[in-house]
């Protein structure tokens, strides 16, 4: 039985002036968007973009995602956002997140995010995995299988 590869992506993000408040402290909200930011850069390098999905007639909304917040980012810092791919049996998509302050190199914030696919055009619930996404966790999570 092969070993199932764990599938990750790090990015930075450069925390902007308008994502603090006036002490210059990054307002907690924006911890979510550096887990987006780590979800685009995800699936650009791992082939499955939010425009991959949606050309083939999917969106992939978030349903549930949280963060526990670990230390505080400043303006200025360079946050490196470290995102998980999870693999799970149902109809979603699974991520956990690690941010790191990249000058210190401590933990800051920790995350989950979980997406369900539904039909771009009619918003219907999909319950069970497109056959695209089947494949693609064939070839990425198994990759032994596939020359």
Request: with cysteine; hydrophobic share 35%; proline share 5%.
């Amino acid at each position: 039985m092969s070993k199932k590869n764990i599938l990750k992506s790090e990015t930075e993000v450069l925390v902007r002036f308008n994502e603090a408040d006036p002490l210059g402290i990054v307002w907690h909200g924006h911890y979510i968007r550096y887990f987006e930011d780590g979800r685009e850069d995800f699936g650009k390098r791992h082939g499955i973009s939010y425009l991959d999905f949606f050309n083939i007639g999917f969106v992939i909304p978030v349903v549930n995602v949280d963060c526990s917040f670990k230390k505080s980012l400043r303006y200025g810092d360079t946050v490196i956002v470290e995102t998980t791919f999870i693999p799970c049996d149902a109809a979603k998509i699974k991520f956990s997140y690690r941010l790191f302050n990249k000058k210190t190199q401590d933990l800051v914030a920790t995350g989950n995010s979980i997406q369900v696919f539904l039909d771009r055009e009619h918003s219907v619930l999909q319950l069970l995995n497109p056959p695209f996404f089947e494949e693609w966790k064939r070839k990425y999570l198994h990759p032994k299988q596939h020359p």
